[in-house]
């Protein structure tokens, strides 16, 4: 324990106070540069506004009995332990909601990750037309969801296109109104809509895979399949990584596609999602308490998966 | 995300080709990315061929119509939805976010990369840390203080607050000054000269295209986004074009006429400005810009 308070004072204790001295205490306080600070003072000062501090809010609210009162009224907001946790856990319709987050996972993530690279590898090559693919790709990813669930409507609706197109093979009831078949189709949408975002991050990534190794692969007679499983894929797993874990937190987000796309959720249920079930109960019923605890057990939830799945894949 | 720091994005090269298969002309490929590509413009397209017929013909053969082409749809929503006036708004609304997001993301990019001052290693933590909160989640919170405390509803301000400086834009800029060689710094300093003034004349100058692909990142946000004005804005009159049209879907279209055709409509305004001008500026939105942290 001693030994280890060496005093770093020694020869440079007898030298007089001076400016340079001064100058290294305000630069251990501050930073050789202070001046950063009042750069970064308004973008620290907006996280702290509205990120950090509505997560504590959230968690605090979570805890109370919280409702919506007058601005500027005083009201007693006892704290009530894990009442709002026990109330949203036992609300058949948060399980529900959380259920079909599960649903919506397992389908939207490995369609993402596979249909992401596939069409990453695919354009990776010198191909002509490369410019347009890639826009092309990505136009769904810009457009709005209000834009894009618009025109799904009308290609799912009972008599839209897609039904035409199956003729007797349309499902009964349609898609959107088919409690088995609304929230796989929101997961086709999504990854639809998402896939461009997902297909640039595995652009960048294949261009840090050294060509060599395709090259020595080549060499040992892999064919393209072979050197996609061998050299493809375990050279861009962080890019893997970060695309399930942007795909959970997407999921996890889910609101205007149950919205608009299954009108509210529906049918019955059957296509809710947490922030659906969220902004049903905090803001439309008044009950931000509870709301406010189902929002934590989904970060918790959005936490926990990553963290698994940013092991397993980073497993060797 | 801890990978998401360690390369910066090369500025402006197109993504070179891993040339292993150069020789062989690769039909499946071909097929594969094709097929693709229809599938994601397919309904677009069907967006926009179905928003200028007069009645909505589902069967095969209306997705390639010959005559009864009108702009009666447009006239329709314009009529349920002001349509100028929420375009109006929803440029406010991003017009906003994109001000906030160069300003004050560009100064605190440059103090990540290039300044060492006290909290700078913990901003950056809690930059990457709030990439991985689902926003959404945030609401009620945000609700509470926005709407409830600070009475912000129906204005831009309370819409606007929220998304006012994109972490992610943040993020790119600290990329590109911390490409730029630290000579360059040292020399001006040397000259005297000051902080304010080496970002101003010498490093935002170098980064122009990083200024470029952050405002195109940055717009895709308050564009497109339904729930927060959603939640906050009660009078029409301030709703951006996403919100109203939504509105539109979910109360007045069952009872419209040609009930697709005029949400179509409004699908095809609100989507028009955001693919020209990923058109426009694609340059700019390339995987070497945008994914610059997955290489790793």
Known sequence: MTTATVSPAGPGSTEPVSARRRRGALATLLGRQPLGIAFAAPYAVFLAAVFAYPLGLAVWISFHDYFFAAPGATVARPFVGLKNYTAALSDPAVRRSFVNVGIFLVINVPLTVGFSLLLATGLNAAIRGRTFLRISYYVPYITASVAVVAVWLFLFSSNGLVNQVLGP?????????????????????????????????????????????????????????????????????????????????????????????????????????????????GIEQGNPDIAAAIGVLLVIGVLVISFINKRLLERD | ??????????????????????????????????LGAVVFLFPFYYMLISSVQAKSDTSLKGVFPTGGFTLSNYTAIDKRVDLVRS??????????????????????????????????????????????????????????????????????????????????????????????????????????????????????????????????????????????????????????????????????????????????????????????????????????????????
Not at chain 2, 7 to 21: K, L
Not at chain 2, 159 to 180: D, E, G, H, K
Not at chain 2, 283 to 295: M, Q
């Open chain 1, 169 to 281: 093979l349309a499902p009964n009831p349609s898609w959107l109104v088919n409690s088995t078949l609304a929230m796989p189709l929101i997961a086709f949408f999504v990854t639809w809509k998402q896939l461009g975002f997902f297909i640039l991050l595995y652009l960048a990534a294949l261009q840090g895979v050294p060509k060599e190794l395709y090259e020595s692969a080549s060499m040992d007679g892999a064919g393209k399949w072979q050197s996609l499983r061998n050299v493809t894929i375990p050279g861009v797993r962080p890019a893997t990584t970060l695309v399930v874990i942007l795909s959970i937190i997407t999921g996890a987000n889910l609101f205007t596609e149950p919205y608009l796309l299954t009108n509210g959720g529906g049918p019955d249920g059957a296509s809710t999602s947490p922030v659906l079930v969220m902004y049903q109960r």
């Open chain 2, 1 to 34: 995300m801890a990978q998401a720091v360690s390369t910066s994005p090369a500025v402006d090269t197109e993504p070179r080709p891993v040339e292993h298969h150069r020789q062989e002309r690769s039909w499946p490929r071909l097929v594969m990315l094709i």
């Open chain 2, 87 to 296: 375009l109006i708004n929803s440029g406010i609304f991003t017009g906003g976010v994109i001000l906030c997001t160069v300003v004050f993301g560009v100064l605190a990019g440059y103090a990540l990369a290039r300044l060492h001052f006290r909290g700078g290693g913990t901003l950056f933590a809690t930059m990457l840390l709030v990439q991985v909160v689902p926003f959404q989640l945030l609401i009620i919170p945000l609700y509470v203080m926005i709407v409830r405390s600070y009475g912000l509803s129906d204005s831009y301000l309370g819409m606007i607050l929220p998304f006012a400086i994109n972490s992610t834009a943040v993020f790119i800029f600290r990329q590109f000054f911390l490409q730029l060689p630290e000579d360059l710094f040292a020399a001006a300093r040397i000259d005297g000269a000051g902080e304010l003034r080496i970002l101003w004349s010498i490093a935002l100058p170098l980064v122009r295209p990083a200024v470029l692909t952050a405002v195109l990142l940055t717009f895709i946000g308050p564009w497109n986004e339904f729930l927060w004005p959603f939640l906050i804005t009660k009078d029409t009159s301030l709703q951006p074009l996403a919100v109203s049209l939504a509105n539109y879907i979910s109360n007045v279209a069952a009872r419209a006429a040609n009930p697709y055709g005029a949400a179509l409509a409004g699908a095809c305004v609100l989507a028009a400005p955001a693919v020209a001008l990923f058109v426009v500026f694609q340059k700019h939105f390339r995987a070497s810009d945008i994914g610059s942290g997955v290489k790793g």
